[in-house]
C-alpha cells in the first residue's frame, strides 16, 4: 500500500503542475485581417455573384505585450 502511494506521488505533482502552468500562460487573441485581392495589373477584382471586391483573410494571433523595465544603453 505504502509503494502504491509512493508511485502516485509523481503522477500527482506532474498534473498539478500543468494545470498552474497553463494558469499562467497568456492567450492569444485571434483576429481576422482581409485584403483586397488585386490581380496582376494591380486592379482590385470584382465578385461576379457579389458585384463587391474579393477578398483575401487570415486569422492572426494578436499577444498582448507585457510591461518591463527599459533597457539602459551602452556608453
Same mark, same amino acid.
Given at each position: 500500500? =505504502?509503494?502504491r502511494l509512493y508511485s502516485l506521488i509523481p503522477i500527482a505533482l506532474g498534473i498539478g503542475l500543468l494545470f498552474l502552468a497553463n494558469l499562467?500562460?497568456?492567450e492569444a487573441q485571434i483576429k481576422e #485581417?482581409? =485584403?483586397d485581392r =488585386?490581380?496582376?495589373a494591380g486592379k482590385v477584382v470584382v465578385d461576379k455573384k457579389t458585384n463587391? /471586391?474579393?477578398q483575401d483573410c487570415k486569422k492572426i494571433k494578436i499577444h498582448k505585450k507585457l510591461e518591463g523595465t /527599459? #533597457? /539602459?544603453e551602452k556608453k
Amino acid at each position: 500500500m =505504502k509503494n502504491r502511494l509512493y508511485s502516485l506521488i509523481p503522477i500527482a505533482l506532474g498534473i498539478g503542475l500543468l494545470f498552474l502552468a497553463n494558469l499562467v500562460h497568456a492567450e492569444a487573441q485571434i483576429k481576422e #485581417v482581409c =485584403k483586397d485581392r =488585386k490581380d496582376k495589373a494591380g486592379k482590385v477584382v470584382v465578385d461576379k455573384k457579389t458585384n463587391k /471586391p474579393a477578398q483575401d483573410c487570415k486569422k492572426i494571433k494578436i499577444h498582448k505585450k507585457l510591461e518591463g523595465t /527599459p #533597457v /539602459p544603453e551602452k556608453k
